[in-house]
């Protein structure tokens, strides 16, 4: 199984996790959020180590499959950068009011993405 990186698998998992079945959807948070081992997930589910293998493998390809299909981190990447880019330039501009409310509807912006 390919063991994706925390912060991928958490974007994964909050875009994508209605695609997953409930006993995916535990699996995947016992794993990637509360860093359960194999083991132990496969002990509280009376399962052995490879059924949670298995389900954690088939879990990242369906939500990896989704975001090939969507491409919903590209865009949230992609929005957050312009972002960052465009807090730049606001603040290389001389002070006044515009500036402060295109702060403001920066600041809400990136709220809504998570800056």
Do not use: F
């Not at 990186?5 to 959807?25: K, P, S, V």
């Not at 090939?68 to 949230?76: A, P």
């Amino acid at each position: 199984m390919e063991r994706l990186n925390r912060e991928r698998a958490n974007i994964l998992y909050d875009i994508y996790r209605g695609m997953l079945t409930e006993h995916q959807r535990d699996v995947w948070q016992l794993y990637y959020v509360e860093d359960w081992s194999l083991m132990e997930i496969a002990q509280a589910k009376h399962v052995s180590r490879t059924a949670i293998h298995d389900v954690l493998d088939r879990s990242r390809k369906i939500l990896e499959a989704w975001e090939h299909e969507l491409g919903l981190i590209v865009q949230m990447n992609y929005r957050q950068q312009q972002l960052k880019a465009l807090w730049t330039l606001i603040h290389k501009a001389p002070e006044g009011s515009w500036r402060l409310q295109a702060e403001k509807i920066i600041k809400e912006l990136a709220a809504e993405e998570g800056l």
